[in-house]
């Protein structure tokens, strides 16, 4: 099992930048991908970005140059720093852990509680 806690969600101007943490109870190196995830009442839970245990990273058009998906091995944490914040990105981001299993094909997913980020108008 891998558990996930973030931090670092709050109230913002637009325009403004936050930093989300996301510790993980096991070393970081042995968890293939890691990602964010955000979701806003009433809408489905969408990939904001991920990053892979090489340091690939991928971000989701909507965040492209505004957003940038970051990990410190040591402190077995991955960051996202928001930066131009839009009244659109409110929402709770969820941390992701993405673990493939010995077998081909098999694969477990965990999620942290999720940390809200509110940003004004």
């Known amino acids: 099992q891998v558990q996930l806690v973030e931090s670092g969600g709050g109230l913002v101007q637009a325009g403004g930048s936050l930093r989300l943490s996301c510790a993980a109870s096991?070393?970081?190196?042995?968890?293939?991908?890691m990602g964010w995830y955000r979701q806003a009442p009433g809408k489905q839970r969408e990939l904001v970005a991920t990053i892979t245990s090489g340091g690939v990273t991928n971000d989701a058009d909507s965040v492209k140059g505004r957003f940038t998906i970051s990990r410190d091995n040591a402190k077995n944490t991955v960051y996202l720093q928001m930066n131009s914040l839009k009244p659109e990105d409110t929402a709770v981001y969820y941390c992701?852990?993405?673990?493939?299993?010995?077998?081909?094909?098999?694969?477990?997913?965990?999620w942290g509680q999720g940390t809200q980020v509110t940003v004004s108008s």
């Open positions: 096991v070393n970081i190196i042995s968890i293939n991908a």
């Open positions: 992701n852990a993405f673990v493939a299993g010995v077998r081909p094909g098999v694969a477990y997913e965990y």
